[in-house]
């Protein structure tokens, strides 16, 4: 990533390449607006960096779960045709998108 | 048929129904004639489906008739717009899923239906729940009935403003970071986000999977009460939900606090914080101690990481989430694409409005290569600490007082293009999302200009019965609270 800190200490953020990688395009007025908005953010959230957290264990979860299992049984999932009918573009009762492989 | 639908309650309705004063037909016309006489101003839906609802009222009428019954048998409720109702649209507020019909019920929308419940509507919201006004709705703009040029809040500000308004019953909602509590005290409702996996999330569209809870918006703490306990329980479709009792909430609750210890934590009396709703919080904090409770100061010293922590966790989850929206399946595929990468990354931008698009670039930013410890894992460990401070405080509080916001609803279009700020104003709600614990807003006063302000309870987890006492006797003891002047018009 070619992200740097420049000489007031802010991290510039490459936003269109950020926004790559989620596969989400943008145009030049959203990444100017974006670039901003965005760097303070990230220097606002920078403050959690002053705890000291070496000993505490990370919380992914709100409650502590472990795995759920259930036996592997074939159940009825959702009907094709509803499924289907939200489809954007449909063949042979499939989803069509556009060409991959030459 | 003389019975005066603005202030009429779930348990009102039902007694009404019972009582053979109105049928759920009649019930329906009504709540839609009020829908007709005001959400051309107020904006709480963004679809009425009075066929589908009047099918499902009569019905119920005839279920009735037939000597069966069920707890909400024949209520209009209105519908987040993010929660799946088979056969009806589910936008999210976002241009992304236009005209997307939901195959299936969420869960809790299978549960209200079991019991009887009549869907009336899509309620507005922020796309994919992300806002704190309703204001990133694609769709239209949701205003506040007690002030219309307020925001409702958000980002069930729709399900707020509908129950607020009078053009429904009660509402669900959805809270992934105080989304239920801050717009029902914006509108003067009550709201109650439950526990982390008290409810199953199965068919609630995911913004943030640890933090989301559906919940439910209503005129009172009973109906709360009522409609958390139908939709609880455990769901093979949910791994997340929660093999826990599901105490009777609706019942048994006591008109004073004795006995009950509540504390009052220090850090979400912040500094700024509106004088009007600093005066109304402790006003309120006085009725619960002349209810017998003891009120004792605590402290909950991580609080000021919280928005930090939340805005991390959030948007990594976020990111990760929306990442379904790609075109292929269902929803909005752009035009014109040359090949499966260039649809993702077209759909996605016509799709997502700007509050949504920034989102996912900080969530996979705090998730990337190199930044990952820095941001995701650290703030995963700050989420710790705050879930440990609440730990803390409830070994010796049944329950915590606390403003829900520092200000009351602001003007539409305020702070819309400072991020950072309008993200600051989830101080006191973003943390019982991060510890998974139970809060509920109450109306409590109203500020000089006229706006609601309410006041939070927060409980541990799975303790919501804690939470809906204190609110209920504390809301029999505050009385009655004046209507907005939009329902006598």
């Known amino acids: 990533m070619v992200d740097e800190v420049d000489q007031d200490g802010i991290e510039r953020i490459d936003v269109r390449y950020v926004a790559n990688l989620a ?39 709100a409650r502590p779960i472990q795995n759920i299992l259930r036996e592997d049984v074939v159940s009825p999932g959702l009907d094709h045709e509803l499924v289907m009918d939200n489809a954007p573009r449909e063949k042979d009762g499939q989803f069509a998108v556009p060409q991959i492989i030459e | ?47 009425v489906d009075e066929e589908l609802a009047l ?54 929308i299978a549960k209200l239906r079991a019991e009887g419940a ?15 006004t309703t204001q990133n709705s694609a769709y239209k703009v949701t205003h506040n009935p007690w002030n219309l040029d307020c925001v409702p809040g958000g980002s069930s500000g729709g399900s707020a403003a509908a129950v607020a308004a009078g053009e429904a019953i009660a509402a669900l909602g959805t809270d992934t970071g105080g989304s239920i509590r801050q717009p029902a005290s914006f509108c003067g409702c009550v709201g109650l986000k439950p526990s982390y996996g ?13 933090l989301d809870q559906i919940g439910p918006i209503t005129k009172n703490v009973r109906d709360a009460a009522l409609l958390c306990e139908v939709m609880s329980g455990v769901d093979k479709m949910d791994s997340s939900s929660m093999d826990e009792p599901i105490p009777q909430l609706a019942v048994d609750l006591p008109a004073d606090l004795k006995g009950v210890t509540l504390g009052l934590p220090k850090e979400y009396f912040v500094d700024g914080m509106d004088d009007d709703v600093r005066r109304g919080v402790m006003a309120a904090v006085e009725k619960c101690r002349e209810l017998g409770a003891e009120i004792k100061e605590v402290s909950l010293p991580h609080t ?25 399946r269902y929803g909005k595929r752009a035009e014109g694409a040359t090949d499966p990468i260039d649809m993702y990354g077209k759909t996605r931008a016509e799709g997502f409005g700007a509050e949504v698009k920034r989102r996912i670039i900080l969530g996979t930013y705090v998730l990337s290569s190199g930044y990952y410890d820095a941001y995701y894992l650290s703030a995963q460990k700050v989420r710790t600490l705050i879930r440990q401070d609440f730990e803390k405080v409830f070994e010796d509080c049944d329950a915590l007082l606390a403003p829900v916001t520092p200000s009351p609803a602001y003007r539409i279009g305020e702070n819309l293009d400072d991020p950072l700020q309008m993200y600051l104003g989830d101080i006191c709600t973003v943390t019982a999302n991060l510890a998974g614990i139970c809060g509920l807003s109450v109306p409590c006063a109203m500020t000089e200009s006229g706006l609601p302000v309410g006041l939070q309870i927060l409980g541990p987890a799975f303790k919501e019965e804690n939470i809906l006492k204190v609110g209920h006797a504390y809301e029999q003891a505050r009385g009655d609270m004046p209507l907005p002047e939009i329902l006598k018009r």
């Open chain 2, 118 to 132: 009549v869907f009336l509507g899509r309620a507005n919201m922020d796309e994919f729940a992300m806002g704190s």
């Open chain 2, 1 to 47: 048929m003389g019975i005066e639908i603005s202030s009429l309650t779930v348990h009102g309705a039902l007694d009404a129904l019972s009582g053979g004063e109105c049928s759920s037909e009649e019930l329906v016309r009504d709540v839609v004639a009020e829908i007709a006489k005001r959400d051309a101003e107020v904006g709480a839906y963004v679809s």
């Open chain 2, 55 to 108: 099918e499902q009222a009569r019905a119920a009428d005839a279920a009735r008739s037939a000597g069966k019954c069920g707890r909400l048998l024949g209520v209009p409720i209105a519908i987040k717009d993010v929660l799946n109702v088979e056969g009806q649209s589910c936008t999210c507020g976002s241009k992304i899923l236009e005209g997307y019909t939901s195959p299936y019920d969420a869960t809790a």
């Open chain 2, 198 to 210: 008290r409810i199953s999330r199965y068919g609630l569209v995911a913004f943030a999977s640890s």
């Open chain 2, 304 to 328: 000021k990481y919280a928005v930090s922590t939340y805005y991390i966790i959030a948007t990594a989850e976020a990111s990760a989430n929306l990442a379904r929206f790609d075109g292929v």
């Open chain 1, 23 to 61: 596969r989400l395009y943008l145009d030049d007025s959203e990444v100017d607006t974006f670039q901003g908005q965005m760097e303070g953010i990230v220097e606002y959230v920078k403050q959690i960096g002053e705890l000291d957290l070496s000993e505490i264990e990370p919380t992914s979860h």
